[in-house]
């Protein structure tokens, strides 16, 4: 159990959260946003309101034939699209990560999530002088190694004597020692050449 749960958090570093997979997620998820927004691609109500048929064709070969469609869009969009297409990846500039203990934010990290809010990227565009589309940021929920043994999905473990107690709890676990931290990581993306002036921008911006 011990082996499958570290297994679990090493595949969200080198697997899951990958700069290279995060780097794509961004990109797919501001063109289906942007293409969304003009009514060009299915939003939340269509999706709701779609028959068990329908419903099957919203796939991978949905989104690809969209892709397709709107490849010549003269807007940002256009050029993320060909980018997908061709493999083409986005600069990571920023990387922000470790593991938290007690609920504790690591400093640069906490100070890099404002970049998020509207008025500090509208900033930081404006310091740098890379258009506020191509400030791409990367926050996922910060995964809990293991769950709090008084939640219901608590992993318990069946002792010698015939009783159980919770792994976190069990003393000669190693797991006893995460149980109560989580692994943050945070990063900025940029479209290439434009990495080092984004990057300044950050620097004189939030002073990491």
């Given at each position: 159990m011990?082996?499958?749960?570290?297994?679990?958090?090493?595949m969200y570093?080198?697997?899951?959260?990958?700069?290279?997979?995060?780097?794509?997620?961004?990109?797919?998820?501001?063109v289906y946003e942007e293409l969304m927004t003009k009514n060009k691609a299915h939003g939340y109500d269509d999706?709701?309101?779609?028959?068990?048929?329908e419903l099957c064709d919203f796939n991978d070969n949905y989104v690809w034939n969209l892709l397709v469609k709107h490849k010549k869009d003269p807007s940002?969009?256009?050029?993320?699209?060909n980018m997908l297409r061709?493999?083409?990846?986005?600069?990571k500039i920023k990387d922000i990560n470790g593991v938290s203990l007690f609920g504790k934010e690591l400093p640069d990290y906490t100070t890099m999530k404002l970049i998020e809010l509207d008025i500090q990227k509208?900033?930081?565009?404006?310091?740098?002088?890379?258009?506020?589309?191509?400030?791409?940021?990367?926050?996922?929920?910060?995964?809990?190694?293991?769950?709090?043994?008084?939640?219901?999905?608590?992993?318990w473990v069946a002792l010698k004597d015939g009783h159980h107690k919770p792994i976190a709890n069990d003393p000669a676990s190693i797991i006893h020692s995460l149980y109560k931290?989580?692994?943050?990581?945070?990063?900025?993306y940029t479209e290439e050449n434009k990495e080092t002036s984004l990057l300044k921008g950050i620097h004189n911006c939030f002073n990491i």
């Open positions: 011990e082996n499958f749960l570290l297994a679990r958090y090493h570093q080198a697997v899951y959260y990958h700069k290279t997979v995060v780097g794509f997620d961004l990109m797919l998820q501001k999706i709701c309101k779609m028959s068990e048929s940002f969009i256009g050029t993320l699209i061709e493999r083409k990846r986005l600069k509208k900033t930081l565009s404006k310091k740098s002088g890379v258009p506020e589309e191509w400030i791409f940021c990367s926050f996922p929920k910060p995964l809990q190694i293991l769950s709090n043994p008084e939640d219901e999905p608590a992993i931290s989580c692994y943050l990581y945070a990063r900025i």
